[in-house]
């Protein structure tokens, strides 16, 4: 079976524009999360959804916003990007939204300059 | 809120040798569970081993070992017989065990390398 997989798998954007990261969950598993995770620190939660609604929420601007779809595969949105939005961006897929399995995809590296 | 400490920034280990790994947590919860996440350079987060709050029994996953001291609130791994693939960072990670979802709270992780 096919692991978590997200695109692209690199990216480079500028200041102020806008970025769209796409995750793709393990067939049957119904939550997707989203971590950002800066160079040299451990991943910090944004967002899950299950079932197409929003589980939680971490504490980061509302420039970031996220969505599921019916297949839950799940898109992840940053606006007016900065300098400081470059991270590895993580996807992880559970089967259900309380779930502590969770799987990780190889992530989307964003730099922004 | 719940807080995860790696004070540990990086260690060394020499192959075929043992070592362990720190962590420390900080939660007001009685039902949680606690994670060690493996990172190799390649990224791919691999989870290595999973501790239920509830079980008194500390987990074990072929040459990994946890020692869970509940009061304590510490959760190290233990690498036995390390090999070079071992070599990666690490992460101790936390979630709530009656929580409506699956928010995972992450240490800042140490870098571990194996001599050959």
């Known amino acids: 079976d096919a692991g978590v997989t997200q695109s692209p798998t690199h990216l480079i954007k500028t200041r102020g524009q806008h970025v769209t990261l796409r995750c793709s969950p393990i067939s049957g598993h119904k939550s997707v999360s989203w971590y950002q995770q800066v160079l040299g620190q451990g991943p910090q939660f944004i967002f899950q959804?299950?079932?197409?609604?929003?589980?939680g929420r971490g504490n980061f601007p509302d420039r970031f916003s996220a969505r599921q779809f019916p297949n839950y595969s799940s898109e992840l949105n940053v606006n007016a990007l900065l300098l400081g939005d470059s991270a590895l961006y993580l996807c992880?897929?559970?089967?259900?939204?309380?779930?502590?399995?969770?799987?990780f995809g190889p992530g989307t590296r964003l730099t922004v300059t | 809120a719940q807080t995860v400490t790696q004070s540990q920034p990086e260690m060394s280990v020499q192959e075929a040798e043992t070592v362990t790994l720190s962590c420390t947590y900080d939660t007001s919860e009685s039902d949680y569970y606690l994670f060690w996440y493996k990172q190799p350079p390649s990224r791919q987060m691999i989870l290595v081993i999973r501790?239920?709050?509830?079980?008194?029994q500390n987990a074990t996953e072929n040459r990994f070992s946890v020692n869970f001291q509940k009061a304590a609130k510490s959760f190290s791994l233990k690498i036995s017989d390390s090999q070079l693939g071992d070599a990666a960072m690490y992460f101790c990670a936390y979630k709530e065990g009656t929580g409506a979802n699956s928010k995972l709270t992450f240490g800042k992780g140490i870098t571990l390398s194996v001599r050959p």
């Open positions: 959804y299950y079932e197409k609604e929003e589980r």
């Open positions: 501790q239920e709050a509830y079980k008194q």
């Open positions: 992880a897929s559970s089967l259900s939204g309380s779930a502590y399995e969770q799987y």
